[in-house]
């Protein structure tokens, strides 16, 4: 059910021993020039770039989600974090992004997609031509690669804009030469390499069970549909939509709480989850080593802290013992709880709002509103810091808003209401309540602004959608968080982060064409 991992790193390729996509340690390290002497060889280097996106930068722990969701208006820390403080209170600068915390910083997120980049095109250098693989299988893998190096390169020009280009294999002293290249060169680039993608690579029903932790062909598409949002190109974005809603079989859960459910985590709304298991180490480059666990933490950064509950602290071994009859304990983090501002204003008859909103428990008052749907509190299942729950990426509910916004910016709201409306149907007990009508253009891209809000909480795409609607500076100045002040902070180069100040050392280049450094000089 898990996927095996391989950690390619540097020019060498760490090989693991199988255990479904997942494995236990690494055995050997081979160097590229004596590999991809087979189909398998080859379909292990792939795999070992899902480790990488695995890893706390990234889709582990909370990487991106610092970046995609922190510093908005959906969650925020339940205390001071430095983690989170640069992002969430904008005070971030040069120095700053190369502080690492538990291998997250804006420096190892910018190492590990740049590590994706190197792999890939080290992957696709060794296995195009490659007579000791089909021809099927060669163009299927080069697709698959060349998916994951496109992703990369999507995170890297959503996070810093213009930034170094490159698909051939290069040396590392020619890597640390290159300046930056406009961003929409590169995003043109993208775009034509995830079409190739998407027309070669299987559709979920292809893919075996045991490696459903990879991604299809919709994958791609749900990628290239955000791209052409951003630049505005609605038709594009809505035709691949489409192409998602109606050619692929992914189809939205009758409840909400289905897409959430940790014993459906391939459930038909899931475009795409990595997939994490307990127990298992070496899936991915941990972020503190010494503690035990498979180093999957993500779970624990929403999973409530017994410390902090509840909120009659006399009722905190109640509580304690209430949750052990349950076999279940709270022994997260509490680092990522619903912002105040969030929590306010969340429609009370909206049946969502229990599984973003969290502020009792066992019919105990709760100090802070988690989100339960990031939850899971199984002792045997989801112990801290050693997870089995799945990363969710992308789901099906998101293409139907987004579907929904492309249409009305292209003819208005008229024939856009399906698709918003086959979201909230399992959202409200009642047809009126579910029911939108009678809206302007402007009205109707209001009514997107907040469903996404709803919907999608904690998915990490609400700064993201703040920064491509052009009002993460309003939102964010109108905010009042529990203890900092980005409403005071935030300037308009906040929108991007800057590049480290590692990197710049080693690679002056990087500030030819931009001597501000995103403006943070």
């Not at 291998?103 to 590590?115: E, H």
């Not at 624990?300 to 071994?317: C, G, I, K, V, Y």
């Not at 983090?333 to 049946?351: M, R, Y």
């Not at 909480?457 to 109108?478: F, K, M, P």
Request: aromatic share 10%.
């Amino acid at each position: 059910m898990k996927i095996k991992n391989i950690i390619v790193g540097g020019l060498a390729i760490v090989m693991v021993s199988c255990k479904g996509f997942l494995e236990e340690k690494p055995r050997d390290i081979i160097a590229p020039e004596n590999f991809f002497s087979s189909e398998a060889d080859a379909r292990q280097a792939v795999t070992g770039i899902y480790a990488i996106l695995k890893n706390n930068s990234l889709y582990g722990q909370v990487g991106l989600d610092v970046f995609y969701d922190n510093g908005a208006d959906i969650i925020e820390p339940n205390r001071a974090a430095d983690i989170f403080e640069p992002i969430g209170n904008y005070s971030m600068n040069e120095a700053l992004a190369d502080v690492s915390i538990q291998k997250m910083s804006v420096a190892d997120t910018w190492r590990d997609l740049y590590k994706i980049v190197l792999n890939s095109n080290l992957i696709i250098e060794k296995v195009d031509g490659n007579e000791a693989i089909p021809d099927a299988v060669e163009t299927a893998i080069i697709a698959e690669t060349i998916f994951l190096r496109s992703l990369a390169y999507w995170h890297i020009t959503n996070l810093w804009g213009d930034a170094p280009y490159y698909t051939e294999s290069l040396d590392i002293n020619e890597i640390r030469t290159l300046g930056r290249t406009d961003k929409e060169v590169i995003i043109e680039a993208v775009l034509r390499d995830l079409q190739f993608a998407q027309d070669n690579m299987p559709r979920r029903d292809q893919i075996p069970e045991d490696q459903r932790g990879r991604a299809s062909k919709w994958t791609a598409a749900m990628v290239m549909a955000k791209i052409h949002m951003k630049q505005q190109d609605w038709q594009a974005g809505l035709d691949k939509c489409l192409e998602i809603i109606d050619l692929s079989s992914h189809e939205l859960m009758p409840e909400y709480a289905d897409v959430f459910d940790p014993e459906q985590e391939y459930n038909d709304e899931i475009i795409w989850a990595l997939d994490f298991a307990k127990d298992i180490v070496g899936q991915f480059e941990v972020g503190v080593p010494q503690l035990p666990g498979n180093g999957n933490w993500r779970p624990s950064m929403f999973n409530p802290r017994l410390r902090d509950e509840p909120a009659n602290t006399d009722q905190r071994d109640e509580l304690s013992q209430g949750l052990t009859s349950e076999g279940q304990t709270f022994n997260g983090t509490g680092l990522q709880v619903a912002s105040k501002d969030f929590a306010e204003k969340f429609p009370q008859n909206d049946l969502r709002r229990p599984l973003n909103i969290m502020d009792h428990y066992l019919g105990y008052e709760l100090v802070f509103p988690y989100m339960k749907k990031m939850m899971n509190l199984d002792t045997e299942s989801s112990p801290r810091f050693n997870h089995s729950d799945n990363r969710l990426v992308f789901r099906l509910a998101d293409v139907y808003l987004m579907a929904a916004e492309c249409e009305n910016e292209l003819n208005g709201p008229a024939n856009a209401y399906q698709y918003i409306h086959a979201v909230r149907q399992r959202a409200y007990e009642t047809i009126a309540e579910w029911t939108l009508n009678g809206l302007s253009q402007q009205g109707f891209r209001e009514a997107i602004y907040d469903e996404r809000k709803w919907e999608l909480a904690g998915e990490a795409h609400r700064r993201y959608d703040l920064i491509r609607w052009g009002i993460l500076l309003d939102v964010v100045q109108n905010l009042e968080y529990r203890f900092w002040k980005p409403n005071e902070n935030i300037k308009p180069w906040h929108v991007l982060l800057p590049i480290p100040l590692q990197e710049l050392q080693t690679n002056p280049n990087l500030l030819e064409s931009d001597p501000t450094n995103n403006g943070y000089r």
